[in-house]
């Protein structure tokens, strides 16, 4: 099989281990991100997603194995490794005191820019993230999501090659997710390598080029987010229930073949090849007085499925 020059890796590591104390967070872990793609990270809480960042961040080190960022090796050239990279987490580390223009100037003075660089690069990166108009307040005054914007921009200031955002937009509102996917797009489109944890499966689904699902330490599956999808089902068959009582009834007979399930709008899903034949047998079999199932949708699967089959949860 033909593999990839050394040069188009961006990220790699090969069996990265750590525990603290007798937990075992990460078990030989190996990954490989290209240049210039999102990778997302996903896992659920536990599963070692923010040890990973911070071992290839140099934040922590590894118990046992190796890994490179931007070519450089994280436990013998952290300093380049440190020049190479930005690191965003799930709190914005910003001066609330200063203004969005005065925290990019200090960032862009801490990182060795000249004074009239530094004035220039924050106007820039400040009209990158649209907040131009917000430039001259205090960051106090800011909603979650642009201080979350402006925290990027800070990590931009000396041109990264790979970014590490550990979960970038949680506690954000919907909106202002949205407007956060939007500036990940932007930075891939510009060269930038990403590299994502994220626990909101429809984040990894919408930005990234490859997924990895870690659990227990280690990788389950990785790939694309349609291959990811392929593994578990190609589609599936979700039946709105009548009643609770029914639900109930239904979610206990299907057992382990339920792939999806939401007690709220009382529907399960289960796996079907979404022909018409295969469809009405499982109204058949599953409703078979046809006064249990009240409505019925088919979908392709999505990466909850994915997520849930692999995690086991």
Do not use: C
Not at 58 to 83: E, I, N, Y
Not at 196 to 206: G, I, N, S, V
Request: charged share 25%; no cysteine; hydrophobic share 40%.
């Amino acid at each position: 099989m033909h593999r990839a020059p050394e040069a188009e890796w961006a990220i790699r590591t090969r069996g990265l281990s750590k525990a603290y104390g007798s937990v075992q967070v990460l078990a030989g872990l190996d990954l490989q991100v290209r240049r210039g793609s999102v990778f997302a990270l996903l896992g659920p809480n536990g599963a070692g997603k923010t040890t990973t960042v911070r071992i290839l961040a140099t934040l922590t080190r590894a118990d046992a194995g190796q890994a490179t960022v931007a070519g450089h090796d994280v436990l013998t050239a952290r300093s380049q490794v440190r020049r190479a990279i930005s690191l965003t987490g799930q709190y914005a580390a910003l001066d609330e005191e200063q203004t969005g223009l005065e925290n990019l100037r200090m960032m862009a003075r801490l990182r060795g820019l000249p004074r009239a660089a530094s004035r220039d690069r924050a106007q820039e990166l400040l009209e990158r993230f649209a907040l131009t108009d917000a430039g001259h307040r205090r960051v106090s005054t800011y909603s979650g999501g642009m201080r979350r914007r402006l925290d990027i921009a800070a990590g931009l200031v000396s041109d990264p090659e790979v970014v590490f955002l550990d979960e970038p937009t949680t506690g954000l509102d919907p909106r202002s997710r949205r407007t956060m996917w939007e500036t990940v797009g932007s930075l891939t489109q510009a060269g930038v390598t990403v590299f994502l944890t994220t626990q909101y499966l429809e984040e990894a689904d919408q930005l990234a080029d490859r997924v990895a699902v870690l659990d227990g330490g280690r990788v389950r599956a990785q790939g694309t987010p349609e291959e990811l999808k392929k593994t578990v089902t190609a589609q599936r068959l979700d039946l709105t229930m009548a009643g609770r009582a029914a639900y109930t009834q239904l979610a206990g007979r299907l057992g382990g073949r339920v792939l999806h399930q939401s007690p709220e709008e009382l529907v399960l899903g289960v796996a079907t090849d979404g022909s018409a034949a295969h469809v009405r047998a499982l109204l058949d079999e599953l409703d078979p007085t046809r006064e249990q199932v009240a409505r019925f949708a088919v979908h392709n699967a999505t990466l909850d499925d994915v997520f849930l089959e692999l995690t086991h949860e």
